[in-house]
């Protein structure tokens, strides 16, 4: 058998990327009867000041990127209103528009802004939301997600989650370096946190968005950190003998599971992050990793091959028997919950290949959601709508996100170097 940190070592070093652009997202499939919306530019009231992001363009890219929406093109447009008097709603029943989106963009003070935006039905002719949303520069792009969430939940009736970050490990042939780091959903501003010449992985967010638990090869063995988003403060949070992965935060973000092998075994354990204090949560002689909490915080799903093969497990938080969850297929690992609790992503094994699966808990129905060849470490929207995960593009590797109907497909990449392992945060 493989040991556990043989395996880390092997992902690890097939993972790798750091680059300093931005992800680009290209649709691969969007759903069959998109909603057909308008999104007008924002206008600039004060022609004098120019905001250094175009709202209206963030906003219908977010939609786009949905794959829910069929946005009209500028130059299609009959009209660019910003204002209610302007919007002549025959104009965009001819181009068969059912939503329109117009607003402006007003300076508030000095690197201030007011924005402002009026969603419209037009079959109905009338406003259905509007708001009036203050801002700062820094703080402009993802005042336009915000906006972007709240037209997606009006109209699909789901939360939206643009306004939320990624998290991935990346690295170019250039450099020996090796980056954790972090972007908007869309992929614009990517931050490094972390940079080593040692291999990093399994980045996990902590529930308030603030942290990052992942591990570090630092000094020739895995270790785990937690880095602090905001501050650019780390600390190693487990050092012991032996292996040290596979962190999750509890719901609460007061715990972290990990794998650990400091028994000798590679086991579940749990810390309590207040006071370092573990607790041992599984006891057997097979690899038990990979680790994820329930929404609710009751149960940890699991990585074992105590069965023989790499299944999911479930075992209560407070202790107990774990108990079988996957049955079909020789191979089902990285599994975690969806928001609502009724799913689980996980990666399974198909004609030789590795898929991301969905498995309803509810109807024991396993789903297979990607189609390439060595897919891996999904992640859910914090909406549940989305699963990101890693996989194989064009020789290089690259991140894809599909929904859980499988109706939608994007592909994440950027324009040198690899991206893996991403972790998408739930704010």
């Known amino acids: 058998m493989v040991c556990l940190r043989q395996l880390y070592l092997a992902m690890a070093l097939y993972a790798f990327a750091s680059i300093a652009s931005a992800l680009e997202i290209e649709i691969t499939e969007g759903a069959v009867g998109a909603l ?4 007008a530019p924002f206008a600039m009231t004060d022609a004098k000041v120019d905001p250094p992001h175009p709202v209206g363009a963030i906003i219908a890219a977010d939609l786009h990127r949905s794959g829910q929406f069929k946005i009209l093109a500028e130059a299609d447009m ?27 963009v007003n300076p508030n003070g000095p690197g201030a802004y007011l924005v402002r935006f009026r969603l419209y039905d037009v079959y109905r002719g009338e406003q259905v939301l509007g708001y009036s949303l ?14 972007a969430d709240v037209i ?14 990624i998290a991935y490990i990346a690295s170019t042939p250039e450099s020996s370096k090796i980056q954790l780091k972090i972007a908007d959903s869309d992929g614009y501003n990517p931050q490094v946190l972390v940079s080593s010449n040692e291999p990093l992985m399994s980045p996990a967010w902590s529930p ?3 942290k990052l638990a992942y591990v570090s090869f630092e000094q020739g063995k895995s270790s785990v950190w937690v880095q602090y988003v905001f501050t650019g403060r780390r ?26 092998s400091k028994g000798g075994n590679p086991d ?23 680790a994820a909490w329930s929404p609710d915080g009751e149960f940890i799903v699991f990585t074992s091959d105590r069965g023989g093969s790499p299944q999911i497990y479930q075992i209560p938080v407070g202790g107990g028997e774990a108990q079988r969850v996957t049955f079909e297929g020789e191979y089902n690992a990285r599994a975690s919950y969806s928001p609502d609790g009724r799913y689980l992503t996980l990666v399974t094994e198909v004609d030789h290949g590795y898929r991301i699966g969905l498995l309803d808990l509810q109807r024991n129905d396993l789903s297979i959601l990607s189609a390439g060849r060595l897919d891996e470490s999904p992640s859910f ?4 709508g989305m699963i990101i995960y890693a996989t194989r593009s064009g020789g290089r590797d690259v991140l894809a996100a599909v929904s859980t109907d499988g109706r939608i497909r994007q592909r994440l990449a950027v324009q040198k170097g690899n991206v893996r392992e991403p972790a998408w945060s739930a704010r």
Do not use: C
């Open 36 to 39: 057909p919306i308008a999104v």
């Open 78 to 104: 009959p009209t660019k209103p910003s204002r209610d008097e302007q919007v002549d709603f025959r104009d965009w029943r001819a181009l068969g528009i059912e939503n329109l989106v117009i607003g402006e």
């Open 134 to 147: 203050p801002t700062i520069t820094a703080d402009l792009r993802s005042t336009a997600h915000q906006i």
């Open 152 to 165: 997606y939940e009006t109209l699909t009736g789901q939360k939206g989650a643009f306004d939320t970050r």
């Open 208 to 210: 308030d968005g603030r």
């Open 235 to 260: 600390e190693r949070v487990a050092n012991f003998k032996g292996i040290n992965g596979a962190p999750s935060w509890s719901p609460d973000g007061e715990q972290l599971a990990l794998t650990l």
């Open 268 to 290: 579940i354990y749990i810390m309590n992050m207040a006071d370092g204090d573990l607790r041992q949560l599984t006891r057997h002689w097979s690899i038990d990793t990979e």
């Open 381 to 384: 929207a914090p909406n549940g």
